[in-house]
């Protein structure tokens, strides 16, 4: 799979199923994650580093092997503690990030 640079702080590269999609992503420290919603639901794996989530009002901090599921429609953003490499699978798949229309991450976001 190639490398997508979304922005100066995100890369990530995924595969979709018929129903599912998983994505590596890598985070530089400081990357933010701006909040948003999706109808997916998430499944997050920490790899390496620390990754802050707020998910509704509810805010921790994720690290290697920590897992976290966020429901479909769920709010929620991150902030990179340190570098971060995570396993991210949304169902169903996120056709925004097939198509280019994540304008939420596509900024220089620190």
Do not use: C
């Not at 490398?3 to 018929?18: C, H, I, L, P």
């Not at 429901?71 to 699978?89: C, G, K, L, M, R």
């Not at 949304?90 to 939420?104: A, K, N, V």
Request: charged share 25%.
């Amino acid at each position: 799979m190639p490398a997508e640079q979304v922005n100066d702080f995100f890369s990530r590269k995924f595969v979709t199923g018929k129903n599912v999609m998983m994505a590596q992503i890598h985070l530089k420290r400081g990357a933010v994650v701006p909040e948003h919603h999706h109808e997916s639901e998430q499944i997050s794996n920490i790899i390496s580093g620390a990754l802050r989530f707020k998910v509704a009002k509810e805010e921790f901090v994720l690290n290697a092997g920590e897992t976290i599921v966020i429901p479909s429609n769920v709010p929620h953003s991150a902030y990179a503690e340190e570098d971060v490499v995570a396993i991210d699978i949304f169902s169903p798949i996120r056709y925004d990030w097939l198509d280019g229309s994540d304008h939420y991450l596509r900024t220089k976001k620190r």
